[in-house]
């Protein structure tokens, strides 16, 4: 397979952006926060506009050989000076302002291509251009809350792996801590810009361990939101009615939760949003950090009562170190509170991934196309079918897989009629009062597991992402945070996820930091300019 370049790149758009900006070498962006941006900008170090540019600058530097990027932000420049003029004017911003962050590719961005990773529709590999009229709601918040979006950021197709982005139209994305390691998918790109400092923060979306799982495998902080607390209209759907959900990747907890911020509540542009009214923390979610907040919370550990999976030798004893530093903490911890309930049986019998609940996503796919616009090249499934070689929802499509699932089968028939979901509803209703039995039982504040069973699999590899909470926290629709704890012998690193029930991010952001400030274990990368040697699988 002949990989492209990103966009970007190939055709020297950031050298075009970049020219006849003075660049300064007093700003280094590596590893900076959002409390040190603002302090900047409050100080006089730095404009919005040094420091999108030296965010481009870096970006040029590195990204020809780690892949990040799909598309650039033409405008990032202009719209960093606009945020300085309005400082210098006196004018109120957003939270937000000036701060380089970046966007997932299946989210709409206004006037960039939406690819969904799949050659078919990326005119850059023979495709059609798909180009939305409307910025999806997360990106609008973004930029309402003043924050420069640099561009959009790499997945593979569909956003249907959960370890690489190798299917992607633009190739495959490198971790920024190995680049022999997997970097975890589908928002594979957005956590290689966050890791690898081309951004402050960015946006991640998950279906089954797509926030989760490329922010661990990266050691980045994240927030897996519960489901209907971020709207996700505007961003391909994998499951769009059920289990998709949109979240923060950060290289420290506090950034995430002011990320979170912005992007949480009700918006008319996505009705599931109404759940999420009465659950937002008052004073945010920054509220609840506190380097004491882990004093007296009761810990629930991984065991077999949740999932039959057990830990790799290496896995559990950074998993021991951890729960020690927990114990340290003053947490309580009680060992396997899973054990002897029925919540591991209601997991998929023959094991692997469960995509239940993805049964919505012809319909889904066919609201996601309706709300593109009129000048959008395709407004409903039928029309994409019509414009396109192939069927991504047919079995040899890169969606092929949730065919033996009767109901998506169906959904594909008419994609315009809403599918029978009273299955899948039964089963998130039982996940729940399974999980909330337990937590009530055993007078539990958190669960807090290893977010990896074992050490990650290699880029070019076929074994998928050891995670131990997809998909029993995307069926339920929980909230989980991760957080970095270590590292592997083999480079690759080790993680946690913090799990609570429904609503509860601003006590588990709060826990997480509690441990982050106890144990600082984040990986800071450091990049190489030198091309990955990509295996000829010809030969082999």
């Known amino acids: 397979m002949q990989y492209t370049r990103p966009t970007a790149i190939a055709s020297g758009l950031l050298t075009l952006m970049l020219a006849g900006t003075a660049l300064s070498d007093e700003v280094d962006v590596r590893e900076l926060t959002i409390g040190d941006i603002q302090e900047g900008f409050d100080d006089g170090r730095w404009s919005a506009e040094e420091l999108t540019a030296a965010s481009l600058a870096r970006i040029e530097q590195y990204e020809p050989y780690y892949n990040s990027f799909t598309f650039m932000n033409p405008d990032a420049l202009e719209q960093a000076r606009a945020i300085d003029e309005r400082r210098a004017a006196g004018e109120e911003l957003g939270p937000l302002a000036g701060v380089p962050v970046v966007v997932k590719e299946a989210m709409d961005f206004a006037g960039l291509p939406s690819t969904a990773g799949w050659s078919e529709l990326s005119s850059a590999t023979g495709g059609v251009d798909l180009i939305p009229e409307h910025h999806a709601p997360v990106v609008a918040r973004l930029i309402d809350a003043g924050a420069i979006v640099l561009g959009k950021t790499n ?13 992607s139209w633009d190739g495959p994305t490198y971790n920024a801590v190995d680049r022999d390691i997997a970097p975890g998918a589908s928002s594979s790109g957005t956590a290689t810009a966050v890791a690898a400092s081309f951004a402050v ?40 009615s059920t289990r998709d959900v949109v979240g923060p990747h950060a290289r420290n907890v506090t950034d995430a939760a002011l990320l979170l911020d912005v992007l949480a509540g009700y918006t008319s542009e996505d009705p599931k949003t109404v759940a999420a009214i009465g659950h937002l923390p008052a004073g945010g979610y920054t509220s609840m950090l506190d380097d004491g907040a882990l004093e007296g919370a009761r810990v629930g550990l991984y065991g077999p009562g949740w ?11 950074l998993y021991a170190n951890a729960v020690e530093e927990l114990e340290s ?44 616009g009129d000048s959008a090249a395709a407004n409903s499934v039928a029309e994409l079918l019509e414009l396109v070689d192939s069927d991504p929802l047919a079995e040899d499509g890169p969606l092929g897989d949730y ?21 899948f509803a039964q089963l998130r209703a039982d996940y729940l009062l399974a999980f909330n039995s337990v937590m009530q039982d055993n007078e539990l504040d958190l669960l807090v597991f290893p977010q990896m069973s074992q050490a990650l699999p290699e880029v070019y590899g076929e074994d998928a992402y050891p995670a131990t909470t997809v998909s029993e926290i995307n069926i339920s629709g929980l909230p989980g945070v991760t957080v970095p704890a270590g590292q592997f012998s083999s480079g690759s690193p080790f993680g946690l996820i913090f799990v609570g029930p429904m609503w509860s991010e601003a006590e588990l952001l709060g826990y997480a930091y509690a441990f982050e400030q106890a144990t600082h274990q984040r990986i800071v990368p450091e990049l190489v300019e030198e091309e990955y040697p990509i295996p000829d699988t010809n030969s082999q």
């Open 403 to 423: 065919n033996s699932m009767p109901v998506f089968a169906a959904a594909r028939q008419d994609p315009t009629v809403a599918p029978d979901l009273s299955e």
């Open 329 to 372: 903490l003053n947490a309580t911890v009680i060992e396997d509170p899973f054990a002897g309930s029925d919540f591991a049986a209601l997991a998929k019998a023959e094991g692997g991934y469960d995509g239940r609940g993805t049964e919505s996503m012809p319909y889904d796919l066919e609201l996601y196309l309706q709300r593109m």
């Open 307 to 317: 999932r039959d999976e057990p830990l790799s030798e290496e896995a559990t004893e």
């Open 155 to 167: 997945i593979p197709a569909f956003s249907s792996d959960g370890t690489r982005a190798n299917s």
């Open 201 to 240: 923060a960015g946006l991640a979306e998950e279906t089954g361990g797509s926030i989760q799982n490329p922010a661990s495998a990266q050691s980045l902080v994240s927030v897996k939101p519960t489901f209907g607390l971020v709207p996700n209209a505007g961003v391909t759907p994998l499951a769009g």
